[in-house]
């Protein structure tokens, strides 16, 4: 009997000493997919795992690798954070894409940067998590850009003079970019009201109330998407009669399938429009339903977030500079990503100096209240950006 | 009595000298990205943690969950004076790089921690003190969300970065020796908060075994009975929640360094009860097992029941129910195990230096 | 507008969050004068509660059937906890209960946050409660003006539950005296059992009418509303059920004061512009906690405990 | 006993009131220095409460204790209790401030007790409560105590503890928890570690309880032998008529919270009131 269950472990051990056998490549994923942020993050973590579907493999000099997809949850807490990425790090990954979600990025940072591995941004937009740092890369557009479009457009399409905010409390992604929000507002002569609401609020009805009482004509509420349905929802009890105004995390189907139904009014920038990359939007719907556990984890049904475009680029970047490297080197993989450049769904991407993504434009959605589906508005850019 | 006592301390220091001694060459040898040190260092740090709390909940019979809250306390103020001053400007970027202008020594910066840990227990210790058993601990509960509704309050922004993460301070990497090139020659990041936290538990271990210490037990044991014994209840309650609070926020401090950035949001009442399970776990009254617990614990949850978290596969066999948060509900049950049928936990109230390690039994009075 | 135009939607808002936070507090308090026990997993039962309702919905089921499944649901998990965690340790020092409940609390969320993937849960709309009506300045969902009567209702119902009936002056007897009562021949388990499906009961009431109000889900909804609900308990007094529920409907009421504080200020001219007091709606909570406990450690309606030396 | 007026303890008017009952009322009683007194009077009388209003565990309600000719207790009614007052003498300290001291301080002046329901340390040693005893006469700040620059103190400490407990006779026994030493022992160590708070009072609360006839013969002599080792003044709560007739010097008798009688042994024992009292009289 012994010897039966000695015989089983040798197996059970040789089995991964064979699949070790082949060229790996490890990219590491670090999303949240638990948290406030859980939603978003596995909307991400897809747009990865789609573009790891269909490019399985890349060629490194003349060796063929196997990509594989090491995932760690960081519970979209920045002190969940630092195992998460240590996890990243001790399976040595070679390059990381992630997080969703500012402030789990800068906390993960440090970690990265002490084993030498590159990281890329996906869609977390505040400029601190590259600013400084050799070995944090991005993609996405960044907030003094995203809210100087903001403001634009709330001054300018929706007419508006007072604006309220409504942050997390020790969110980086809220408060950054409700900073750069105001500083634009203010600047183009509007008033700016901002307020915190402590993590795990479930009660915004006073807040909703306090925008409406310093008459405000826009409801800004950059947020996660948990708390944005629960404003959402709370402003349509309430027959909010302002505009909700929000940054790119709001797009999201589940957002989308809050408002469905409401009165109100729902307006986002964001990186993406479903119906401008007609073959990705295809493969991508017919893989999600095609695997049901990912239809899930995309909140259920197949309409395509901006954050699944983002992490299908970023995925291809990641080759890019790995091919660009000639290595599986995390040291080699950072020095040659500055100089790669992409054509991705989202856009082109290549990379200034700090290593962020160089965008000039942002597309701005809004919810049909009868469909609950994205509507595209319009596609602003900032000059000087 | 007297020479088994010796014999125990020398084999508890010889123990202890093993122990950093292989931390040591694990150091050196292992690469440095292993989870092992994450263990490690999360561990040090939790195990001052829970001893700080158990000297209060154990030792001294003060029931209280305030323990997230010095650990703030301590980590901000840690924070607030250590990050460089070219860096201020990026960290309080909504805030004009800050009030602080200036830098002081990590270890100045974190006794400082502890002492401000210490005086916001001393002052709420005045009213809260008086209160009896569970009282008290929703009191202290009640205070660490005070003090994190402070710290993350827009207004303090310039000193404490309102709502912001706090970052780019000297973390337990930068004790690692580097030659030129900024290649480590020598490791410390693990043996050095692994020397912080033993010195601070030396300490309290020292304390427990003076003639407060005493004073403390008697106060756990029966607080009529010490006070007709001269010892002032209320004194002696207050030095023990100071002290405590004041190795919490030394902690806090360590916490800070091994997490590289720190949020007040994070130091919820969650944490605190997470120590106390761990005290719990190692033995309420017990030193010794509190150390042990915090680094079982600490392994358990980032490393050795990690694979619950994932999809596993024997051969074709899919093994079931594993997914995201399987671990936790593995490691809650195991917890409750402990917390209905083996209360007295790892160690009971006994200590290394205090087994019996000739072999023979003493009969011991019923613990309860 | 006038102050009363501004004050009175923050009002309403707190008299209803307040009522549900009454419904989990009656929870508390009831355990606490039978056992002297927080009783620390009442918010997760809360929560839980939610969570069952968002399964049950999500399988197609009427709503009218829903609603007491879920009750039922919940009055089991409350009865099994006691069973499970709690009545082993009947003889244990008070610290080690406390902790079960600690653990229990800690096992509830961790459990939900396996089952639900640690997602946000879209609570079901149920319909009526759900509609939304005009009421002087504010308009708000029904469900805010059923809350206070429905609690009233409740709380009458449970007085005189406890006054009139055996199994209500087993609970008193128990209360006042654990020991003695024993002796006298009062099974004590089923006493206690009858005590926390009444508290399990009410948070599965109040679970419904607050996640209608917030609907939204996850394993740590209960937390914050547990803690509050505590508070209120204890600042009505431990072991009253009126002050319970006077407690919980003053903390709902200045919580929500509190968030809206900064405009009632501005409007009436006090301060120029937002201070972010907001910030404090919890912490106030708190705040108001240390400072009965230190002035009036028995609550506003408790009876004092002399210990005997 | 050298004088008369040597007066160690004196207790005046005290009422002890909780809610409307009366526990103890108008008790005045002197203990003097040197002497051996017993307090006794049937179950319920008051006794442990006059000695908790000595000890500082409750605050009397009206009357003034004095330690040493200096008040460390003194009170009158005073709020609600104004109302409620069901005692005597309700306005002979009416102008006078109220003194209210902790266990602790109380202890410090030089009274040490001990208790009717053993409260022993029960997680240490014989030695380690002893050890505590010592705790409140130290000069080392917890500092010192911490970093073991009061090891001369501490050794000092350590000595009398090892000699105190030689004296009770628990030598053997000194590492034994407490708590599992049988009874009798348990008693005598709990005199030990009152004696090691240094007093020159000693209160004893029933120390003959649960004793056989042989102990508790053994514990009269011994009372004795501490009291004349340590100059000590002996006041006693105590049942066993034996031992209270044997050692003390006098005895107050106390009866449903009002003292009945005062006097020596032989006194005591001829006083009707106080045979009527134990023994229940028909006529009244």
């Known amino acids: 009997m012994k010897k039966m269950i000695a015989l089983v472990l040798a197996v059970m051990m040789l089995v991964p000493a064979f699949a070790l056998a082949d060229n790996i490549i490890k990219i590491g994923v670090y999303e949240p997919a638990s948290g406030d942020s859980g939603a978003g993050g596995k909307q991400e973590t897809l747009g990865v795992q789609y573009a790891n579907f269909k490019t399985p493999t890349v060629t490194i000099g003349d060796t063929e690798y196997k990509v594989e997809l090491v995932t760690a949850d960081n519970g979209s807490s920045t002190d969940k954070a630092p195992s998460a990425a240590q996890k990243l790090v001790s399976e040595n990954v070679s390059v990381v894409l992630g997080s969703y979600g500012s402030g789990v990025s800068i906390a993960g940072s440090d970690y990265f940067k002490n084993a030498n591995i590159p990281a890329i941004g996906l869609t977390c937009t505040n400029p601190q998590v590259t600013a400084g740092n050799s070995h944090y890369f991005r993609i996405c557009f960044l907030d003094p850009f995203q809210g100087t479009v903001l403001a634009n457009y709330a001054k300018d399409a929706l007419g508006a003079s007072t604006v309220y905010c409504l942050g997390e409390l020790g969110n980086d992604y809220d408060q950054g970019l409700i900073t750069y929000f105001k500083q634009a507002f203010e600047g183009l002569g509007g008033m700016v009201i901002t307020e915190s609401f402590p993590t795990g609020t479930a009660d915004f009805t006073s807040y909703l109330t306090n925008a409406t009482a310093y008459g405000a004509d826009v409801f800004f509420c950059p947020v996660s998407i948990a708390y944005s349905t629960q404003i959402i929802q709370q402003a349509s009890a309430q027959g909010l009669a302002i505009a909700i105004l929000g940054g790119d995390t709001l797009d999201s189907n589940v957002v989308a399938d809050a408002t469905k139904g409401t009165n109100v009014k729902v307006v986002i920038t964001t990186f993406y429009q479903e119906g401008a990359n007609e073959e990705f939007d295809t493969g991508f719907k017919a893989w999600l339903n095609e695997n049901p556990d990912m239809l899930t984890n995309n909140g259920g049904n197949d309409v395509i977030s901006a954050v699944s475009v983002m992490g299908y680029d970023g995925y291809y970047t990641a080759l890019a500079a790995l091919q660009a490297a000639g290595s599986v080197d995390g040291a080699a993989v950072m020095a040659a990503l500055p100089a790669v450049t992409i054509d991705g769904v989202s856009g082109h991407i290549a990379f200034d100096e700090t290593g962020d993504a160089i965008r000039t434009s942002a597309f701005v959605k809004t919810v049909n209240n009868e469909t609950g589906a994205w509507e595209f508005v319009t596609e602003q850019s900032v000059s000087g950006n | 009595m007297k020479k088994k006592n010796n014999i125990g301390s020398y084999i508890t220091l010889g123990v202890v000298i093993l122990i950093y001694a292989a931390v040591f060459i694990a150091e050196q040898t292992i690469p440095s990205t292993s989870m092992l040190f994450t263990v490690l260092k999360k561990g040090a740090t939790y195990a001052l943690v829970a001893v700080s709390m158990n000297l209060l909940n154990g030792f001294t019979g003060i029931f209280s969950l305030g323990q997230a809250g010095f650990m703030l306390i301590g980590a901000y103020i840690y924070g607030i004076f250590t990050i460089p001053v070219s860096m201020r400007g990026q960290v309080y970027q909504y805030f004009d790089g800050g009030l602080v202008q200036f830098t002081l020594p990590i270890i100045i910066a974190m006794i400082l921690g502890g002492l401000a840990a210490a005086f916001f227990a001393f002052l709420i210790g005045l009213p809260v003190l008086r209160l009896k058993s569970d009282y008290l601990a929703i009191a202290t509960l009640g205070f660490a969300e005070i003090v994190r509704a402070i710290f993350q309050w827009n207004g303090l922004g310039p000193v404490t970065n309102g709502s912001n993460m706090l970052r780019s301070f000297p973390n337990f990497n930068d004790f690692n020796i580097t030659d030129a090139q900024g290649n480590v020659t020598v490791y410390l990041s693990t043996l050095i908060p692994f020397i912080m936290s033993g010195i601070c538990i030396l300490i309290i271990v020292l304390l427990i075994n003076s003639s407060y210490g005493r004073a403390f037990k008697a106060i756990r044991d029966d607080e009529v009975a010490a006070e007709a014994m001269g010892i002032n209840l209320a004194h002696h309650k207050r030095l023990a929640f100071c002290i405590s609070s004041f190795f919490a926020g030394v902690s806090g401090a360590m916490l800070a360094m091994y997490q590289t950035t720190v949020q007040a949001k994070s130091f919820t009442s969650a944490m605190t009860y997470e120590i106390l399970l761990i005290v719990v776990i190692g033995g309420i009254g017990s030193v010794t097992g509190s150390v042990l617990s915090s680094f079982l614990f600490v392994a358990c949850s980032e490393w050795w029941l990690r694979f619950l978290d994932e999809q596993q596969m024997i051969g074709d066999f899919q093994v079931p129910l594993l997914r995201n948060g399987f671990r936790l509900v593995v490691f809650s049950v195991i917890i409750m195990i402990v917390v209905l049928f083996f209360r007295r936990g790892i160690m009971g109230d006994r200590e290394l230096w205090n087994l019996n390690f000739t072999g023979r039994r003493k009969n011991k009075g019923d613990g309860k | 507008m006038n102050v009363w135009d501004t004050v009175f939607p923050y009002l309403l808002s707190g008299i209803s969050v307040g009522g549900q936070y009454a419904l989990i507090a009656i929870g508390y308090t009831m355990v606490y004068g039978i056992l002297r026990l927080i009783n620390f997993a009442h918010g997760d039962v809360f929560m839980v509660a939610g969570i069952v309702m968002v399964y049950i919905a999500s399988s197609g089921l009427p709503i009218w059937v829903c609603i007491p499944l879920v009750l039922l649901i919940t009055v089991f998990v409350g009865f099994l906890i006691e069973r499970v965690a709690y009545k082993p340790l009947r003889s244990a020092p008070r610290m080690s209960v406390m902790i079960s409940a600690i653990g229990v609390s800690y096992a509830l969320q961790n459990l939900v946050l396996y089952v639900t993937g640690g997602l946000n849960k879209q609570y079901p709309t149920i319909p009526w409660i759900s509609d939304t009506v005009v009421i002087g300045p504010a308009k708000t969902k029904l469900v805010t003006v059923i809350t206070p009567i429905l609690v009233i209702a409740l709380v009458v119902a449970l007085v005189l539950l406890i006054n009139k009936t055996k199994i209500g002056m087993a609970m008193r007897a128990v209360s006042k005296d654990f020991e003695t009562s024993q002796l006298m021949g009062i099974k004590i388990n089923n006493v206690i059992s009858a005590t926390f499906i009444i508290g399990s009961f009410l948070a599965g009431v109040g679970s419904i009418l607050y996640f209608t109000n917030y609907p939204t889900v996850i394993q740590t909804s209960g937390a914050m509303p547990g803690l509050k609900a505590f508070v209120a308990a204890v600042f009505g007094g431990i072991g009253s059920i009126p002050g319970a529920v006077i407690g919980a409907f003053i903390i709902g009421i200045m919580e929500n004061i509190i968030k809206g504080l900064d405009v009632i200020l501005f409007k009436a001219g006090i301060i120029s512009g937002p201070m972010g007091l907001a910030t404090f709606s919890d912490a106030f909570t708190f705040a108001l906690l240390i400072v009965i406990l230190i002035v009036k450690p028995t609550g506003l309606f408790g009876e004092k405990v002399t210990d005997k030396v | ?284």
């Open chain 4, 1 to 284: 006993m050298s004088n008369i007026n040597d007066s160690v303890l004196r207790m005046e008017h005290i009422t002890m009131q909780f809610g409307g009952v009366v526990a103890i009322n108008d008790l005045s009683l002197e203990v003097r220095r040197g002497e051996i007194v017993a307090l006794i009077g049937p179950n319920g009388a008051g006794k442990t409460t006059a000695f908790n209003c000595i000890t500082g565990v409750y605050e009397p309600t009206n009357g003034v204790v004095y330690f040493q000719g200096k008040p460390i207790a003194l009170n009158h009614p005073q709020g609600k209790m104004i109302r409620q007052y069901a005692g005597s003498e309700a306005d002979r300290y009416k102008m006078l401030k109220p003194i209210v001291h902790t266990p602790d301080r109380i202890t410090h002046m030089g009274i040490a007790r001990t208790f009717q329901n053993i409260r022993l340390f029960s997680s240490q040693t014989a030695f380690e409560n002893v050890l505590i005893g010592t705790h409140l006469r130290r000069t080392s700040n917890v500092f010192t105590a911490t970093f073991r620059l009061n090891a001369r103190e501490e050794k000092r400490n350590r000595e009398k503890a090892e000699e105190l407990l030689e004296i009770v006779g628990l030598k053997d026994e000194m590492n034994e928890k407490a708590t599992s030493l049988p009874y009798g022992k348990q008693r005598r160590l709990e005199i030990a570690r009152a004696l090691a708070t240094d007093p020159s009072l000693l209160l004893l609360d029933e120390p003959a309880a649960g004793m056989n006839p042989q102990e508790t013969d053994e514990l009269g002599s011994f009372i004795v032998d501490i009291k004349n080792r340590f100059k000590l003044t002996v006041f006693m709560i105590e049942h066993h008529m034996n031992l209270v007739m044997d050692i003390s010097d006098r005895i107050y008798v106390l009866d449903f919270g009002k003292q009945i009688a005062e006097g020596t042994p032989e006194e005591i024992q001829k006083n009707p009131v106080v045979i009527a009292a134990y023994l229940g009289v028909d006529e009244e």
